[in-house]
């Protein structure tokens, strides 16, 4: 996935995760990363804001998730492997925050024990295509949901999200954005139906949490 993370488009990873229905078992047998030895850092290979949209499209997909040493505190300098000593570099902090608040967001049962589903997602309204630069997932694990959406281009995008909701919703739903901390209080019916509105600047997303019962 590193070589489509880095220079394809949404709908090329799109195209990846749709590879084998999730019964084949081939997205939760691959392995994921998006720095490692032999590469570039992604800080540099792929820039910051993208580095870090790509950083969590693979730690919320199924799959074994791989962080290079130095990934998290944004190091920039690739190294071969024959040299012992490695030279000091600043941290990024926003970095090492970002990644510290996704692996306690990813910790949770739903990412490593629940059902994974790729979501379709389409236009907000007529004439606007910017729906295809947005990715969706979500996870179900017992009565607990968590929707993923990531803009993985440099433009503003919205897109309406069908969301497959158990029936007994039928008041209101709750999400609480595990990225902000933003909560949003949506109406089921049309979250089923027309579907959630989304509209993500570049390189940014939501994960969102709600449970149901």
């Known amino acids: 996935l590193y070589d489509r993370l880095r220079y394809a488009t949404p709908s090329d990873i799109r195209g990846h995760l749709m590879a084998d229905p999730p019964e084949a078992g081939y997205q939760e047998h691959s392995a994921r990363f998006i720095e490692n030895h032999d590469e570039p850092r992604a800080a540099v290979a792929f820039g910051r804001p993208r580095s870090l949209a790509a950083a969590l499209i693979i730690a919320t997909i199924p799959g074994l998730r791989l962080f290079h040493d130095g990934q998290f505190e944004g190091w920039r300098i690739r190294l071969p492997v024959q040299l012992v000593r490695e030279p000091r570099e600043a941290v990024d902090h926003e970095m090492v925050q970002f990644y510290e608040r996704l692996l306690g967001i990813t910790s949770a049962p739903a990412f490593h024990e629940g059902e994974w589903r790729l979501l379709s997602v389409s236009r907000a309204w007529e004439g606007n295509e910017s729906h295809h630069n947005l990715l969706a997932w979500f996870w179900r694990y017992t009565k607990n949901f968590k929707v993923v959406v990531v ?23 709750v999400f609480k954005d595990e ?20 509209d993500l600047k570049p390189y940014h997303a939501h994960v969102l949490d709600t449970t149901v019962g």
């Open 151 to 173: 803009n993985y281009s440099a433009h503003q995008s919205q897109c309406r999200l069908p969301l497959p909701l158990p029936p007994e919703i039928t008041e209101r739903i």
């Open 179 to 198: 990225l902000t901390s933003t909560v949003y209080v949506r109406d089921p019916a049309e979250v089923s139906g027309r579907g959630l509105y989304v």
